[in-house]
């Protein structure tokens, strides 16, 4: 054996060593963290091979409601994983700092949140087996006439861009040497229309149906956009205050503050998008009210939504008030509040809330109230658990990396020279 | 795929079918018979309400029996004066006798749309229109994304949440491969104005069970057709034709 390629091959080893030695070893926190994470995941499998065996006839799904949990949980991180990436423009304009730092970790969230929708989609996909018919070439993807093909295409092209952009960031860096611009800042730029796109092409997916009067309206692509830049930043707040608790990662408060306060701006879209649907809808007042009247005010007796939506909406007023006043924005206590019920609130209205009222009543009028059962709760709970895993060892190793403490050899030996 | 190809694959599945159902099978692969587009009448002001050609059709086309009974037509219940807004339409209507004064019934299956909009979103063209108008899914190819029922406007598609049973004694064993041979679990299928007979020059199901002959049946292309005498002497309509999905469905009244 050559000596160059017995370097090679320590030097592969070593990385590797090292790498599953970052993994593997940490504070009391994070194996808790990380045990807590892999009993739901566990818990989440166990939940879904039934389902696999029997059908999707082990979820509370049926021929009028043939969408649910699992959709609802795709369409909300689909706007999560576009939004990671829109960070960037801000963080670079308003030079929040560490710029690569924070291009790495919000491509790697995003790749991170992509990957969980991708499993809510095929947990929700019949046949699994068959997922391959979806791939172009080897399957027949139904290009350009469905939306669904497109979205397979973007989510894929997207979920590509954001892992190629952090791991050669952090490959030169463990090399020790300067990212070549020509190729990287081209690829980042253009990862930021791939963000736009993979959340308008998600609303059109819905949007072009005109057997759903709820979803066939124009607004829901703007809605869409308008709610992702306050669910996914806000879910970045909370990353970012973590990670500088427990890494060398240091993003200022004004960063954050500044966050908050664009968040404030998507916000009041939001809301306003959402007033001048419903004065379209209640003002008009024709048929295709029946949906928005289901989730608001409940149809026939039928209200189960209703609770949730006015919680969510409620929440989401509140974190806009929040965010609005410079007092409350830039005090570390009421911004986490108000990040919180900005999460929890725009997952209700665009998860279930825009999911669920779609299929109620059916075409044909029929009301069948939706509510996951006990599986679909748990299989969706082990996705987000892995999802958040991924993005812990992703960090774990990342972070070390960016910061230099985890490089070549000799690039080490560079160093301490 | 060539002839030979597709003799091979009807082979191989009459052969898995006998070996899981114990049953001979017959699996049709009747082309399109030339210069023919199917369409469908239905008589409202004769429809009682029976729902016979619901069951009819549960029974020719091999669908799943129990928990949930898998149904490609559904009769709805509406209060007499209201038509076009189904919301306040009964599914579930139970009553000791049909009909009943005060209401009328519309049964509603697959449309077989010109336009179908379940077409166009699939995204692994699973599902198509065949020349003679019949949309059609190949549930082989099927991912069960369930796209196409979030897309049809008339509830014409259903899923087979689970395994679809049959009774041993109950397998309709002349099928067509497009049409009613047994589904498995996970896949959408749906009314193909029984694809297995009109193609042998038959009538579906339902036009033949039905006791007060509110169902026609025949060629659009032919001017000598029942189906085209309806659409001539009757005041006909399609569901939901603001749509645009050019329904080969027409519902008419007695004039």
């Known amino acids: 054996m050559s000596q160059s390629l017995r370097e090679t091959l320590k030097e592969t080893w070593r990385f590797y060593r090292k790498t599953l030695r970052l993994v593997l070893t940490g504070s009391k926190e994070y194996y808790l963290w990380c045990f807590l994470l892999l009993s739901i995941m566990i818990v989440g499998f166990l939940c879904y091979l039934p389902q696999l065996q029997k059908g999707l006839i082990t979820t509370n799904m049926k021929d009028q409601v043939v969408w649910g949990l699992y959709i609802s949980n795709f369409t909300y991180l689909v706007g999560v994983a576009a939004a990671a990436v829109l960070l960037v423009v801000p963080a670079y304009i308003y030079q929040f700092g560490p710029i690569k730092e924070i291009v790495v970790l919000g491509e790697l969230f995003a790749a991170s949140s992509i990957i969980m929708a991708l499993l809510f989609v095929i947990v929700d996909l019949g046949r699994v087996d068959r997922f391959w018919h979806m791939l172009p070439w080897i399957g027949k993807m139904n290009f350009p006439s469905s939306l669904l093909a497109w979205d397979v295409i973007v989510l894929n092209v997207y979920l590509l861009l954001n892992l190629i952009i952090p791991i050669y960031l952090l490959v030169k860096t463990y090399y020790g040497k300067e990212p070549n611009k020509k190729f990287i800042v081209p690829l980042i730029l253009f990862s930021i229309p791939m963000a736009v796109t993979i959340h308008t092409v998600t609303a059109f997916l819905y949007n072009g149906l005109p057997a759903r009067p709820f979803w066939n309206a124009s607004i829901l692509a703007p809605r869409f956009l308008a709610s992702a830049f306050c669910s996914g930043p806000a879910i970045i707040i909370i990353v970012f205050q973590i990670l500088r608790e427990y890494t060398f990662i240091k993003v200022e408060d004004r960063a954050l503050f500044k966050i908050a306060e664009l968040m404030a701006y998507a916000m009041f879209l939001n809301l306003f998008f959402l007033i001048s649907e419903m004065f379209k809808e209640y003002y008009s007042n024709t048929v295709h009210i029946a949906s928005l009247k289901y989730l608001y005010e409940g149809l026939h007796g039928h209200n189960l939504l209703v609770p949730w939506i006015w919680v969510g909406t409620l929440m989401n007023l509140i974190a806009f008030i929040l965010f609005l006043f410079p007092i409350t924005r830039q005090r570390l206590s009421t911004l986490n509040i108000g990040c919180i019920l900005i999460i929890a609130g725009v997952w209700i209205e665009k998860g279930p809330g825009l999911v669920i009222p779609g299929f109620v009543p059916d075409p044909l009028g029929e009301i069948y109230e939706y509510i996951p059962n006990f599986r679909e709760l748990f299989i969706s709970f082990g996705i987000w658990a892995t999802g958040f895993l991924i993005f812990t060892i992703l960090m774990k190793v990342a972070i070390p990396i960016a910061s230099g403490e985890f490089s070549h050899s000799r690039y080490e030996k560079e160093k301490m020279s | ?255």
């Open chain 2, 1 to 255: 795929m060539t002839k030979e190809e597709k003799e091979a694959l009807i082979a191989r599945l009459e052969e898995r079918y006998l070996k899981k159902y114990k049953k001979k099978f017959r699996v049709g692969i009747e082309e399109a018979i030339q210069n023919t587009l199917w369409g469908y009448g239905l008589d409202l002001s004769r429809c009682i309400g029976c729902r016979r050609c619901v069951y009819a059709c549960v029974e020719e086309n091999n669908c799943s029996r129990e928990k949930p009974q898998s149904q490609w037509i559904r009769v709805i219940r509406l209060k007499k004066g209201s038509l076009i807004n189904l919301e306040d339409s009964e599914h579930y209507y139970n009553p000791e006798l049909v009909p009943e004064k005060e209401f009328l019934y519309i049964p509603v299956q697959c449309q077989q749309c010109e336009n179908p909009p379940c077409v166009r979103v699939c995204p692994v063209h699973a599902t198509w229109k065949e020349p003679d108008g019949l949309v059609v899914v190949d549930y082989n190819w099927c991912i069960g994304c369930r796209y196409c029922i979030a897309a049809c406007p008339y509830r014409g598609r259903i899923f087979n949440w689970g395994e679809p049973n049959v009774p041993p004694e109950h397998w309709n064993t002349s099928v067509h491969y497009l049409g009613n041979r047994p589904r498995m679990r996970n896949v959408v299928d749906k009314c193909t104005f029984c694809i297995q007979r009109v193609r042998m020059g038959r009538y579906p199901a339902c036009v033949e069970v039905c006791p007060t002959g509110s169902r026609k049946f025949g060629n659009l292309l032919d001017p000598n057709s029942e189906i085209r005498y309806v659409i001539q002497n009757k005041r006909t309509f399609r569901l939901k034709e603001d749509l645009n999905t050019e329904p080969k469905f027409y519902y008419f009244f007695e004039a």
